[in-house]
T-cell receptor, first 110, second 117 residues
């Protein structure tokens, strides 16, 4: 079964707005990763946050982690058309098994 | 850099046929894995390997076989294709870490789209 669940399933925003999506997971984790998938392409790693970190930034991305609530959020600031994609969170469930959620589909309107 | 290369990109099979999806990586990664992606279900782990000669099952291994004879290659075999195996298949690789989290950032191929009639 899947460890992570993203929310919302889909998100439509205007270019320049911020996009926020959430990931909830079930068991304790060592780290949590976020990936992006453009239509018809493979997944691309965005950011990894360790269980002892609360917030991490990478360019226009900000990830937070709340281990007490078993949740993480991904914020994309000043969105662009190129940010249109599906976003997935992933956590390790048992050794060597990375489990992905069903993803949030983000559409950025021009 | 080639990264992770998957072939073929598209394949149509008839029920009962067998085939092999190829995956090769040139990053000297110890860890390699196969996922399938179905609409609304995210990615599900089929099989994985932590080095040459070592493979193990993931979440949905039935109907699939793997082997790892070299560090670079990790082929996925469909033994007798069924319509339920219609999916997009992704191969991914990673370094292994010595910390509590075993796998690092996954590098994905572009996917192999399989249709079983």
């Amino acid at each position: 079964s899947q460890q992570g669940e993203e929310d919302p399933q889909a998100l439509s925003i205007q270019e320049g707005e911020n996009a926020t999506m959430n990931c909830s997971y079930k068991t304790s984790i060592n780290n949590l990763q976020w990936y992006r998938q453009n239509s018809g392409r493979g997944l691309v790693h965005l950011i990894l946050i360790r269980s002892n970190e609360r917030e991490k930034h990478s360019g226009r991305l900000r990830v937070t982690l709340d281990t007490s609530k078993k949740s993480s959020s991904l914020l994309i600031t000043a969105s662009r058309a190129a940010d249109t994609a599906s976003y997935f969170c992933a956590t390790e469930v048992g050794d060597y098994k990375l489990s992905f959620g069903a993803g949030t589909t983000v559409t950025v309107r021009a | 850099n080639a990264g992770v290369t998957q072939t073929p990109k598209f394949q149509v099979l008839k029920t009962g046929q067998s085939m092999t999806l190829q995956c090769a990586q040139d990053m000297n990664h110890e860890y390699m894995s196969w996922y399938r992606q179905d609409p609304g279900m995210g990615l599900r782990l089929i099989h994985y390997s932590v080095g040459a000669g070592i493979t193990d099952q993931g979440e949905v291994p039935n109907g699939y076989n793997v082997s790892r004879s070299t560090t670079e290659d990790f082929p996925l075999r469909l033994l007798s294709a069924a319509p339920s195996q219609t999916s997009v298949y992704f191969c991914a690789s990673s370094i292994l870490t010595s910390g509590r989290a075993r796998t690092g950032e996954l590098f994905f191929g572009e996917g192999s789209r399989l249709t079983v009639l």
